[in-house]
């Protein structure tokens, strides 16, 4: 085995003597072969080398590992039999493979659906008001709640008067004179007849204070309330939005009129009474179900149009508030106390919130790792598993 | 001739004479493995009936996706390395497998014994499965888990190695 430079390395011409080269190439290294003589000494040497290592020949494997190993058959085989072990018989895992496919297969469609299912409810609802929302008289004609939509739409239909829409609005003021402003704001939501829903004053008088407050506004008059407010003191922030309910109210005032008509033909009928008495009572219950259904309809009638005539006005107001200059210096001792305590502070709000975090997240980690241990950790054995072959 | 994969899978079947075939095949082979490994001849035979029980039990789970030969080599050497862990040895002890100062002509199996012992331990290891075992450069890349190339040179490495260490005169020091 000599190490002059040759075509043919001396791995390969090793790889050629164990049979392990391709065709092409051994073809190659053959024919190099019967030309070079360094080479054929070379095989020769691997030749010699395993030919020395064939004489380590251990002793024949003892007879009683064939009677063993045929002990272990039988058990095996009247194991299989009794079903105690799987051995003989068809696979059967501890959980079947289909089980996993349908587990998984029901994970990502109960995904699927938790996503996909609220918006084809909205735009279902939202199609269905489509259909019936025509604009539609209160006298709607004969016929049931329930058959608004096979009712002939044009003989119901009216032009709505005008949008309806429920506005909102907010605002934000800054004021040095909390008190004054307070008054001037109060003073300009009852000049234009609006009524305060609900007020409140946060922090003390030396201190700045906070006005939160809900007022609620005749719609028409918001604007000019909202333009004598911004006069009141600088504006941080103002925000304003409507919301259009005319199908909604159409919608509800054709439904409450239909079961008017209903209740009203319900009532003839009790006072024909051409029928039995389980009939006349039968009427009467129905009577009492469409009643409770107009008087809810009948709340939300007035509830919708309390909110489009009277519009909702947030207002908060700060106050300006200079901190005063502190003279007296803080003693080395009180801020080291101060840190000591904001210290503590800390690190009960850090485990607090770990705790939080641990609370609101740990089910859900704990669930999904539950549900995908298994999967995973079955893929990552078949992932290893071609080294062995099982 | 049924191959080994055949076999394996007649035998998952339930054809019980597929096993024997199997073991009739490879009963002097996983022997001569740990048998080479060991210095116990008793305790090769029990390790060679362990890999025969451990194929046994794990017939459910066989696939042939790879050679019946690698498999079961596989499982010799899951088997071999418990061993070690048990006695708490990291090297292949070869080395007590005999007295070198018996072993001083270079013809008998205790000085190739003894000369084998003195690769390293990776090399060693290589040369046993393809001199012994006659596995390929493939499978014994698939069996320690490393490339073909890797394989090709540690078992270039070895021989040129034993071909000093098989020389009289080296084996006479």
Not at chain 1, 132 to 161: C, F, H, N, W
Not at chain 1, 164 to 193: C, G, N, P, W, Y
Request: hydrophobic share 45%.
């Amino acid at each position: 085995m000599k190490s002059s430079p040759h075509p043919i390395e001396q791995e390969e011409l090793m790889a050629y003597f164990d049979g392990q080269l391709p065709r092409d190439r051994a073809t190659v290294v053959a024919a190099h072969l019967e030309q070079c003589e360094d080479c054929r000494a070379a095989t020769a040497d691997f030749h010699a080398v395993s030919k020395k290592l064939a004489k380590w020949q251990v002793e024949p494997a003892p007879a009683r590992l064939a009677e063993r190993v045929n002990t272990l058959l039988d058990k095996a085989a009247s194991e299989a039999k009794k079903g105690v072990l799987g051995t003989l018989t068809p696979p059967r895992p501890l959980v079947p493979r289909w089980v996993w496919g349908l587990a998984g297969a029901v994970v990502v469609f109960l995904f699927i659906a938790a996503i996909s299912i609220p918006n084809l409810l909205r735009s279902r609802i939202s199609s269905e008001r489509a259909v019936v929302s025509p604009y539609l008289l209160e006298s709607a004609g004969a016929g049931a709640s329930s058959q608004i939509r096979d009712q002939d739409v044009k003989s119901v239909m009216v032009p709505p008067t005008g949008p309806m829409i429920i506005r909102t609005a907010s605002l934000t003021l800054v004021a040095k004179d909390f008190d004054q402003a307070r008054t001037a704001i109060e003073t300009i939501v009852l000049r234009h007849q609006g009524h305060c829903a609900q007020l409140t004053v946060r922090g003390r008088a030396d201190t700045g204070r906070t006005l939160t407050a809900t007022f609620r506004v005749p719609a028409e008059q918001l604007d000019p309330v909202l333009a004598e407010l911004r006069t009141v003191g600088p504006v941080e922030e103002e925000s304003q939005g409507g919301e259009e309910v005319t199908q909604q109210y159409v919608d509800l005032r054709a439904r409450l009129s239909n079961a008017r008509n209903t209740e009203q033909r319900l009532i003839e009928i009790l006072r024909q009474r051409t029928g039995k008495v389980p009939d006349i009572l039968a009427v009467e219950q129905e009577i009492a179900r469409v009643r409770e259904g107009i008087e809810r309809m009948d709340a939300q009638l007035k509830n919708l149009e309390n909110q489009v005539r009277l519009a909702s006005l947030q207002v908060r107001l700060r106050e300006e508030y200079k901190l005063p200059l502190a003279l007296a210096q803080t003693s080395t001792v009180t801020r080291l106390r101060n840190a000591v305590v904001e210290g503590y502070h800390s690190l009960v709000e850090s485990v607090v919130g770990l705790v939080e975090f641990l609370l609101s997240y740990g089910p859900v980690l704990l669930f999904w790792g539950l549900i995908l241990y298994f999967p995973v950790r079955f893929a990552w054995r078949r992932l290893r598993a071609p080294r062995t072959g099982s | 001739m049924a191959t080994d994969e055949q076999l394996m899978l007649e035998f998952q079947r339930g054809l019980r004479e597929a096993f024997t075939e199997l073991f009739q095949r490879y009963r002097e082979p996983i022997y001569g493995f740990f048998r080479r490994r060991l210095d116990d001849a008793a305790r090769a035979e029990e390790l060679a009936q362990e890999t025969f029980l451990a194929v046994l039990r794990g017939i459910v789970r066989y696939e042939p996706r790879a050679p019946f030969r690698t498999y079961l080599y596989g499982i010799a050497f899951k088997v071999l390395a418990a061993e070690w862990r048990k006695r708490s040895r990291q090297e292949v002890p070869l080395e007590a497998a005999g007295d070198p100062g018996d072993a001083s002509d270079p013809d008998t199996a205790l000085w190739v014994q003894h000369a084998v012992g003195r690769l390293e331990a990776e090399a060693r290891e290589v040369l046993l499965l393809r001199e012994y075992e006659q596995l390929s450069y493939a499978e014994i890349g698939e069996l320690l888990c490393i490339p073909v190339n890797t394989v090709r040179s540690r078992l270039f490495r070895a021989r040129m190695a034993l071909k000093d260490l098989l020389a009289p005169q080296q084996g006479a020091l």
